[in-house]
């Protein structure tokens, strides 16, 4: 029962959390401390009466901490999306669905899946415009690495709806664009939050647990079988 009040509380904050990042690339902190002021406490009442050990409750806080730290300063996402992590470590630690009970990885591998599916869709774009217009990389300096980071996950053209990932004429590609003007012609990537994935992601891990872990589970069942 409370699993599902602070599932829902979750999501509810997330959403809104989403229509702000939407709008303004960023999220107020009131928002996230409204998530875990809910939540938390919730969770640390399930920990006193023995309805979730408080062990798992430690290991999943520390590792929601840990993940978003690193892809923090690694510049794969902004902080909005670190403190979306933190939120769902304190207060939905564990999930009983998939290989491994930790709510936030299940979260963060279901919403980085979840990403993918803009691939086809950049790919698509960035062969139109080579056949239509001619050298997709004319003008920008990038390496190998970010041009494939580039031709998947963001698009050559023009859009009011995009963020330029071009500074400076050099090709400065992160999955998860922070601060920079709005686009023109150029390199661009869809404007769309991360947190819009980390919500479906979310949802996503009670309703199926980690998929990526799953699936990898499932490819090491079937290579024993052999």
Known sequence: MLGSVKLALSLAWMLYACVHDFKAREVPDHVWLAMVGMTAPLTAYEAYVNLIPWQLWLYSSLLAFTLGLILYYAG????????????????????????????PLACLDNAYLLALAVIPYCLARNIAYKVRRGPLFEGVEAGLPS??????????????????VVEGGRLRFKLRINGLREAGEGWITPKLPFTAFLTLGLALAYIQGDLLWTALWSLLGGLQAY
């Open 147 to 164: 041009k494939l980071l580039a031709l998947c996950f963001a698009y050559r053209g023009k859009s009011k709806h995009a963020w330029s």
């Open 76 to 103: 794969i996402w902004g902080g909005a999306d670190s403190k979306a992590l933190w939120c769902i470590g304190l207060g939905l630690p564990i999930t009983h669905r998939g290989p491994h009970p930790f709510t």
